[in-house]
């Protein structure tokens, strides 16, 4: 497992899924201020990284959750990779948006389940962990067997550890914020003055930069 997490690591730094720039930081849509900038649909565009990281999913789920009847992929990020990895599995799929439609049939999840159905969830991003769970919750509203989440990435925050733990819900990443940090500092990609700046990011994101 350890050399498959450097490997999604390596592949999301080299197709640029993941970009690291401590001296010219991005905004994030909370208002953060950020070294690292993580968009997990780019690696649909690279059929070798897109089914490594099918197949893993697919491994994760064959051996955590082998009752697993069900995958659902949070909108919208991982819907792409949870429908790749149910039907390696030949499970069906579902996905859920962060809210209700307003017209229509008002749908938060969409496709065909049934209360009491063991479900695995696939995420593309953990960051604090807020919408995540956000679906977590639904499916249990709708009578769902949550068992777990897979995601591709967690930036490890704590915030993020707190919510999954205070919810009961089991939480694998395929790869990680300081594996990343390690694989970058191998490859020559950033050096260690700006290691330190990712170390005192990752500790307070929420006042960092300001």
């Known amino acids: 497992m350890e050399n498959s997490t450097k490997q999604v690591a390596e592949y999301l730094l080299q197709i640029k899924a993941i970009k690291l720039q401590p001296s010219n930081p991005f905004t994030w849509a909370s208002g953060w201020k950020s070294p690292i900038y993580c968009d997990n649909r780019k690696t649909l565009s690279y059929p070798v990284v897109r089914s490594y990281i099918r197949d893993l999913f697919a491994s994760i789920v064959s051996e955590l959750y082998p009752d697993a009847e069900l ?59 807020g919408s995540s769970l956000n ?30 733990a205070s919810e009961k819900c089991s939480l694998h990443t395929l790869s990680n914020y300081d594996t990343l940090v390690e694989i970058a500092v191998g490859s020559g990609y950033i050096g260690q003055t700006e290691v330190d700046t990712l170390k005192k990011w990752k500790m307070d994101p929420s006042i960092w930069g300001i």
């Open 135 to 164: 679906a977590v919750r639904a499916l249990r509203e709708a009578g769902c067997n949550v068992l777990g989440m897979i995601a591709i990435f967690t930036y490890g925050f704590h915030k993020a550890t707190e919510g999954f």
């Open 71 to 129: 995958i659902a992929g949070v909108a919208t990020g991982a819907i792409a990779h949870g429908a790749l990895a149910a039907d390696k599995l030949g499970l069906p799929f579902i996905y859920v948006r962060s809210e209700a439609k307003s017209h229509g049939l008002g749908n938060q999840i969409e496709g065909y389940y049934e209360r009491g159905q063991k479900v695995v969830v696939i995420e593309d991003l953990i960051s604090t962990g």
